[in-house]
């Protein structure tokens, strides 16, 4: 599937102004069905509609050896599986690598993805995603890449799966994908997790919406969400503070939660003794 931009050469024009060229994304699979209907769909296709980035997906086989295009073989050293060859991969990137590409091996292996590095590959201009599937690619395919990365520490049946996070991180964040605000705050924009969000009704099953959230006090909801945020990154992903620079209302709100989660511990484990003793009097013959 090639999804063709929709502008002419050149710069992209948006509301009147320009901005950089369509980023240009090649996906080499085993199996394009797996990533044709995702990539056209919400933003992944609204970005290729407005010419911001622009998506060819390539069947592997295309390359293949021989009269039934074979991409894989059995292992050497014996093992169950088969192993993606580094020919058909090797003829695919000498026919679509640009001195500005940057080639990508889906691996779990690999550098895990995150915020920082979907930063760096949206400011690049040619991307190119290999995909393995059955055990995996043989280890000479790795000479032929500039970035390995990973998704997480689970095992998936190939790298379609893992491409698509990857693409969909790095097209949010094209210019004039999506609205800069949204970006600018969503989950680990800051290296902290997101503030919880709330919508109506005002109150669902005796759960009410925070009191600051509809105040209308800008000042006040900005700080809550602040302190919202580093309350959650504090419980549930603690190692994203460790050595990351704070500013000092940062550091105070942190201070500050970590009083009170200390707090509402305590109380916590006190009212717990209390129910224990309780219930040792009712259990006590």
Partial sequence: MTTEPSATDGDVEMAGKPVRPPLEIELLTLFPAMLQDPLAESIPGRVQARGLAQIRIHDMRHWGLGRHKSVDDYT?????????????????????????????????????????????????????????????????????????????????????????????TILRLLPGAIDAGSTAEESFAA?????????????????????????????AVRKWRLKESLRRTWRRRPELLEDRPMSREEARLLAEVSHEESVAAADAAEAEAVQAAEQADVDRP
Avoid: N
Wanted: hydrophobic letters at 40%; proline letters at 8%.
């Fill in 76 to 168: 050497y050293g014996g093992g169950a599986g088969m192993v993606l060859r580094p020919e058909p991969v090797a003829a695919a990137l000498d026919e679509l690598r640009r001195p500005d590409s940057t080639v990508i091996l889906l691996d779990p292996g690999g550098e895990v993805f995150g915020q920082a590095r979907a930063h760096d590959l949206a400011a690049r201009t040619h991307l190119i995603l290999i995909c393995p599937r059955y055990e995996g690619a043989d280890e000479r395919i790795r000479s032929l890449v500039d970035v390995e990365l990973s998704i997480g520490d689970y095992v998936l049946s190939g790298g379609e799966i893992p491409a698509l996070v990857v693409v969909d």
């Fill in 191 to 219: 290296g902290l997790l997101e503030y919880p969000q709330y919508t109506r009704p005002p109150v669902f099953r005796d759960l009410a919406v925070p009191a600051v959230l509809t105040s209308g006090h800008h000042e």
